[in-house]
């Protein structure tokens, strides 16, 4: 129910627009003069005020003032009546302190009423624009408060991908320096296990040179090892200039280099046709067919009657995917989760020589250019590891 304050210094005016307007369904409080006004108003909060011009102690002027000035109610509507002031001067000065509305007595009560719901119609517009205001201030606050945190958030994790990439870094470097000076010595024990086979080796007895070969089994696997971890190493130093080339050259050249263990295990290997154009760095890339190639001619499997090989391209999730397809030993599902991490080995040495980095290699090269590689496999019946090479950036 609205409150309305009406304000007369008649009493027979203020009873008669008391009854009309509370006939009306209004609740209505009242004061005899200006100054009541004034403090009715800050008392009872109204939603319209009904006010006379002509009171004693304080006229509806100076009341209109002061509540437009200590209170700031400006939505609050104001209809002013008078009998006395009927001249444009006065209507023009209440209006400029404030007032909604100038109506002069006699006053018809249809019209009274109509002009107070008008007024009310526009008051209940106007708190719900001011809600809505206050609604979208708090969001813009919020929002505001969100977005600091966000932005600080984003600094921190910036902060923190700096410092993972400069510890990533120091350890390529690490891992490059250490690798590189190892190679050295590496090589001189070879030198002199030759020298010592070719000049020495009539002289030593058999288990002299099974000893020998031992050593030279461990110095080749040693050199095997450190040539992997410096490729591993290397991938994040060395920079060749990108350009478009025909993921077909890759795999040519590839095969060239594996025909022999592909004709010795008689392997048929399926070549798609139609193999797209792609974008990178050739010679990491090449790395990446290479090793995927060699791991299907590896793990071919020892007794498989019919072994194949398969290499081609599909869409898939709308970007072109590569893949490496054979029909070998396979993965199992639990070992298919760590095969590309540095050093995951599934097999001993003996079963299958290796170290554990190509795969590993292949992914962080995959990685270098924006792409993602994984694999699908089953025990017994074979490998397809797939690969994404964004088109050009």
Do not use: W
């Not at 250490?178 to 080796?201: C, M, R």
């Not at 994040?236 to 795999?251: C, D, N, R, S, Y």
């Amino acid at each position: 129910m609205a409150k309305i304050l009406v304000a007369d210094d008649s009493q027979a005016n203020r009873y008669a627009l008391e009854k009309l307007l509370s006939a009306a369904g209004y609740d209505v409080v009242t004061a005899g003069n200006g100054q009541e006004a004034v403090e009715e108003f800050k008392k009872n909060k109204p939603d319209l005020v009904v006010m006379d011009l002509h009171m004693p102690i304080m006229d509806g002027f100076e009341a209109a003032r002061q509540i437009r000035r200590d209170n700031d109610p400006i939505h609050i509507p104001i209809i002013f009546i008078s009998a006395t002031y009927k001249d444009l001067a006065s209507k023009t000065k209440a209006l400029d302190l404030g007032g909604n509305d100038y109506l002069t007595i006699p006053i018809e009560p249809e019209e009274l009423i109509a002009r107070v719901k008008a007024m009310l119609r526009v008051k209940r517009l106007h708190d719900d624009l001011s809600n809505t205001n206050e609604q979208l201030k708090k969001e813009i606050k919020e929002r505001k408060r969100a977005e600091e945190s966000l932005r600080k958030h984003k600094e921190q994790l910036e902060a923190l991908l700096a410092e993972v990439a400069d510890k990533n870094s120091e350890l390529e470097s690490f891992v490059y320096t250490v690798s590189h000076e190892l190679k050295n010595p590496i090589v001189t024990i070879a030198g002199f296990i030759g020298a010592l086979q070719e000049d020495f080796g009539n002289a030593l007895s058999g288990q002299g040179n099974e000893y020998i070969r031992y050593v030279s089994d461990a110095v080749r696997k040693m050199e095997l090892f450190i040539n992997q971890l410096l490729d591993l190493s290397r991938i994040g130093h060395l920079t060749e200039k990108e350009a478009e080339f025909p993921f077909a050259g890759l795999v040519e050249e590839a095969l060239e280099v594996l025909q022999p263990r592909i004709k010795a295990r008689d392997i048929a290997v399926y070549v798609q046709e139609d193999l797209p154009v792609i974008y990178g760095e050739r010679m990491l890339l090449g790395r990446v067919v290479d090793n995927l190639l060699a791991n299907a001619v590896k793990y071919i499997g020892k007794d498989n009657p019919s072994p194949s090989i398969e290499v081609g391209a599909q869409q898939q999730d709308g970007q072109m995917t590569f893949f490496v397809r054979d029909n070998g030993i396979g993965i199992d599902e639990d070992h298919a989760k760590g095969i590309f991490e540095v050093f995951h080995r599934l097999h001993t040495p003996k079963e299958y020589p290796g170290t554990g980095i190509g795969i590993a290699v292949c992914k962080k090269i995959v990685k270098r250019h924006s792409g993602k590689i994984r694999v699908e496999s089953e025990p017994a019946k074979g490998s397809t590891f797939y690969f994404t090479i964004p088109a050009r950036r």
